[in-house]
């Protein structure tokens, strides 16, 4: 008799009081998308990013015909909706599983309208919610990073004085100058979503989140970045040269501007854990499939007491991970029991799961590589590329120090420019 590859009952990965049938079956969708569409090809899709992207492009269109662009665009202007952040983890783990770089794309766009769909912005809805509607691809990006700060914009003690890109109002317009970079979609995007600065001496009163059509006179790009993995999404460096737009095109207003970007940032730190464990759990599956067949000392590999225990911390990992995530995304949907979606609190919640499930990530794909030794480092199999692939979004989002001190505001007041009082001293 043949030995499973896995006796996993997978409808039992979730527990049913926190995620929905209606999760499960958006997540049943997508592994049979993944399974159907990208597991064939997604070494040609790597091959493809150092050519010219028509794979990327081609399953876009087909990703797009799901209704994926109208994630987060509201009801009465024709999109989806914006839907439960529970259900949309649960699907992004099976969609990272196949290609984390070409979902986290496409993504991007839902990101970078979520403050507009939020701020019930009318101008800004009624002018691009057509085009995210419609039958073409129309790709947003969320402009946060720039080159010269690092983590300083995702950094709440600095309450908006490391933005340096600067926003001001010249009559009815918006005059946009900066440069930013490593923004998902960058070069390629039709729209973005642009945080600025109207004043920093305004605090998080002057943090302006503003709408930047593309192509627009003074937007100009540099060239795409070559990155070891995550491929199939692409982020260049780019600029804003007394860039004009309508004064409507600001998202909300000082305050309100400051309380959706915080959002973001908790919903993009929740995001990434499914993103991360979408390739552990790929990475996992290929290591049992390939250490039940290949042998070793006359049994198979993961019947080795030694070989086990490395693939049960692989596993307990991966549930807890997957179990932190639910717990926060539910969070996050219940504001009406745990608080403002962009307090300390939620911000701490969101990147206990980040901070978990990238460090799960990492140990999970290099454990895998341990298990299967030279074959795991060539591309016959997959774990090279979930491998190359995880590691920035360990990086991405403040990086793993700044989240770990986003994770304490939930339990202390921590300030990174909290008084010392030998400063001054001789």
Request: proline fraction near 4%.
């Amino acid at each position: 008799m043949t030995e499973p590859t896995t006796i996993e009952n997978r409808d039992f990965r979730f527990a049913s009081a926190l995620v929905s049938d209606e999760a499960l079956m958006l997540a049943a969708v997508a592994r049979d998308f993944v399974d159907r569409e990208i597991m064939p090809i997604r070494r040609e899709i790597d091959q493809d990013t150092r050519k010219d992207f028509e794979l990327v492009e081609e399953l876009q269109k087909k990703m797009a015909a799901l209704g994926t662009q109208k994630a987060n665009i509201p009801t009465e202007y024709g999109g989806l909706g914006i839907m439960p952040l529970v259900d949309l983890c649960v699907q992004l783990e099976e969609w990272a599983r196949g290609d984390v770089g070409f979902i986290c794309a496409v993504g991007g766009s839902a990101w970078s309208f979520l403050p507009a769909a939020l701020a019930g912005n009318k101008a800004i809805l009624e002018e691009f919610a057509p085009k995210l509607c419609g039958d073409e691809i129309y790709i947003g990006c969320f402009a946060m990073t720039e080159p010269g700060g690092g983590c300083n914009i995702e950094n709440i003690d600095m309450h908006g004085s490391g933005i340096a890109t600067t926003a001001t109002l010249d009559g009815d317009e918006w005059v946009i100058n900066g440069a930013k970079m490593w923004c998902t979609n960058s070069g390629i995007a039709h729209n973005y979503t642009v945080v600025c600065n109207t004043n920093p001496e305004l605090g998080d009163e002057g943090i302006a989140l503003i709408h930047v059509p593309s192509p627009i006179e003074g937007l100009t790009f540099g060239k795409f970045e070559d990155k070891v993995g995550f491929r199939a999404s692409r982020e260049c460096e780019f600029y804003f040269d007394n860039v004009r737009v309508p004064k409507e095109w600001r998202v909300a207003g000082p305050g309100r501007d400051a309380e959706l970007f915080h959002n973001n940032l908790v919903y993009a730190r929740i995001l990434s854990a499914p993103y991360a464990l979408g390739p552990a759990q790929g990475a996992f599956d290929e290591v049992l499939a390939f250490t039940k067949d290949r042998p070793a000392a006359g049994k198979p590999i993961r019947q080795h007491s030694v070989c086990a225990n490395m693939l049960a911390d692989m596993a307990i990992g991966i549930q807890v991970g997957r179990d932190t995530y639910v717990t926060a995304a539910y969070m996050y949907d219940h504001p009406e029991i745990y608080g403002p979606t962009w307090s300390k609190f939620m911000l701490s919640r969101g990147s206990i799961a980040k901070m978990y499930c990238c460090d799960v990530a990492v140990m999970v794909t290099n454990k895998a590589m341990e298990l299967m030794g030279s074959y795991g480092y060539v591309t016959d199999h997959n774990v090279e590329k979930y491998w190359r692939d995880v590691k920035i979004i360990q990086l991405w989002e403040g990086g793993a120090q700044l989240g770990r001190l986003d994770v304490v505001r939930g339990y202390y007041d921590y300030s990174q420019f909290y008084p010392n009082i030998l400063h001054g001293r001789v």
